[in-house]
């Protein structure tokens, strides 16, 4: 009796050993992927910080792509195997500005991604048009560029469906991607967005043109930095801006770039092979350890 007490009490200690084993285990791989994800939405969190001054150089340069299951809810730089470039312009439209932009890369045969405040679409909607029949891209960046950080998720879904509808009603498109006002995000707004099936569109590059420095300074910026898969960031209506893009533009070329629409650039994200698929679970994560 007491023999078997002894291997019962052995048995016991050896199942407990077994079962701290298979914890300790666990707590590696949880920990391991954190560090791993988390890792890699510090980049994503890191560019929503732009606009509050944060060194705007501070950059991914593998993918950086963030998906709810299989489908693609935010990117921050397309793919780092291919020498594209998405060329995205802010805050338009203007009745004038626009229509010479869109001249301008008609005449350089580029095509952009135009993401538009919804009160200026229903003041200038004929300019839509004209986006859609170059081959453009339109994109919804809220229809009063408010700041959606600081707001309840209402306030991201009126903003959200008020630009589609206005972009709607100018040209019967339905957009696919959204860009947050004044570049301000949070985990809410991304997810909000992908409530209407919207990608959430951030960036590589931003030259700080809002600030409207001399074009050479603009494409020093970019030409110092621009790598394979990048979305540079530039505004609608910046002479400056427009004065830089066909020196920039032929420079690019000639090292080997082409330019593409966000949509295009997305379409090849599956050829990358080591395209890195992150729960939003993991982003949510990162983003309350962070507060
Ligand atoms: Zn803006």
């Given at each position: 009796m007491r023999r078997n007490n002894k291997e019962r009490v052995r048995m016991k200690q050896t199942s407990n050993w077994r079962y701290c084993w298979w914890l300790f285990i666990s707590l590696f791989i949880l920990v391991a992927y954190g560090a791993a994800y988390g890792e890699d939405m510090r980049h994503v969190a890191t560019s929503g910080l732009f606009a509050h001054g944060?060194?705007?150089?501070?950059?991914?340069?593998k993918p950086h792509t963030l998906w709810e299951g299989n489908h693609l809810i935010a990117i921050v730089r397309g793919n780092p195997q291919r020498k594209e470039i998405a060329l995205t312009f802010d805050d338009g439209p203007h009745p004038l500005f626009t229509l010479r932009l869109l001249a301008l890369l008609k005449m350089l045969h580029v095509r952009a991604t135009f993401f538009v405040v919804g009160w200026k679409v229903d003041q200038a909607p004929w300019v839509l048009q004209r986006m859609l029949e170059d081959g453009n891209e339109i994109g919804d960046?809220?229809?009063?560029?408010?700041?959606?950080?600081?707001?309840p998720p209402e306030l991201t879904a009126a903003e959200i469906e008020m630009c589609n509808d206005a972009i709607y009603r100018a040209c019967g498109y339905t957009p696919l991607f959204f860009r947050p006002s004044g570049g301000q995000f949070d985990p809410a707004v991304i997810h909000e967005a992908a409530a209407h099936h919207m990608i959430t569109v951030l960036w590589?590059?931003?030259?700080?043109d809002y600030e409207s420095p001399p074009a050479d300074v603009i494409e020093d910026r970019l030409l110092h930095h621009v790598s394979p898969g990048a979305i540079i960031l530039l505004h609608d209506g910046i002479e400056q801006t427009y004065e830089m893009l066909p020196d920039f533009i032929e420079r690019m070329r000639r090292a080997g770039y082409t330019f593409v629409t966000l949509r295009e650039m997305i379409e090849h994200l599956?050829?990358?092979?080591?395209?890195e698929r992150v729960q939003l679970a993991s982003f949510r994560r990162f983003n309350t350890r962070t507060k």
């Open positions: 944060v060194d705007p150089w501070l950059l991914p340069s960046h809220t229809y009063h560029h408010f700041d959606l950080k600081s707001g590589t590059d931003d030259p700080a599956d050829n990358t092979p080591h395209a």
